[in-house]
């Protein structure tokens, strides 16, 4: 069976900061990995995916996250936080087979200006 | 602007009512899928459709009824909801295959009276 577990429901940080959202998965076979952002109102945007190759992803917005297997952690980062970067982010697994995605609970993400 | 277009945005609906939710893609994707979500949840799939076949029905109740006509358009079918059926409904698309990323509407605001 496959899952992803979020770390922090909601997370806080000041706006020029470092934003680090956490993502676990489990997985018994290799993984799809993907980050979504969900602004109000609207539907969920892709912002990076991992399916093979380079384990450091590069999304829009400046955000990246890195595939590492050893931890079975996609962790999402950005340098500097923006205010419009505020939002609900949403980590996602998809494996062989599957022909559906699983999502976490989701992080909210507040910019203290 | 999402490539996947959603109609209406908003619906308000008397549990005696009959409606429609409209779902459509023109990024040639044969994987096409319906989720509702409440707020601060993370999507929940409802029905996927694989090259215009019902693929995964996740148990949900017979009030809601999905059709999809051809490849690009897909529709859900409301009748006699509760008001607990008050949600965001989502349409997303995808290649059908398991590393690509699901492509999302903006979703139909729906309330229950």
């Known amino acids: 069976a496959q899952s992803v577990t979020q770390l922090g429901s909601h997370v806080s940080v000041s706006e020029g900061a470092l934003v680090l959202l956490r993502c676990n998965y489990s997985s018994s076979v290799p993984p799809y990995l993907f980050w979504y952002v969900q602004y109000p109102n609207q539907g969920l945007q892709l912002l990076l995916k991992?399916?093979?190759?380079?384990?450091l992803v590069k999304g829009i917005n400046g955000f990246e996250a890195e595939f590492k297997k050893s931890e079975t952690s996609f962790h999402l980062t950005k340098p500097s936080a923006h205010m419009s970067d505020a939002a609900e982010y949403f980590c996602?697994?998809?494996?062989?087979?599957?022909?559906?995605?699983?999502f976490g609970t989701g992080t909210r993400l507040t910019v203290i200006p | 602007d999402t490539e996947v277009t959603q109609t209406p945005k908003h619906l308000v609906m008397g549990m005696t009512n009959k409606k429609s939710l409209k779902c459509e893609q023109h990024?040639?994707?044969?994987?096409m899928y319906w989720y509702k979500q409440k707020a601060k949840k993370p999507p929940e799939l409802m029905f996927v459709?694989?090259?215009?076949?019902?693929?995964i029905n996740e148990s949900v109740p017979s009030r809601f009824s999905p059709e999809c006509p051809n490849s690009s358009l897909l529709n859900l079918h409301l009748h006699a909801l509760q008001p607990e059926d008050s949600a965001l409904y989502l349409c997303?698309?995808?290649?059908?295959?398991?590393?690509?990323?699901?492509?999302f509407g903006n979703g139909t605001r729906l309330t229950v009276t």
């Open positions: 997303a698309s995808r290649l059908a295959q398991d590393n690509s990323p699901l492509h």
């Open positions: 991992y399916t093979t190759g380079a384990t």
């Open positions: 990024m040639g994707h044969r994987a």
């Open positions: 459709y694989s090259y215009e076949k019902l693929s």
């Open positions: 996602a697994v998809s494996v062989t087979g599957a022909n559906n995605l699983f």
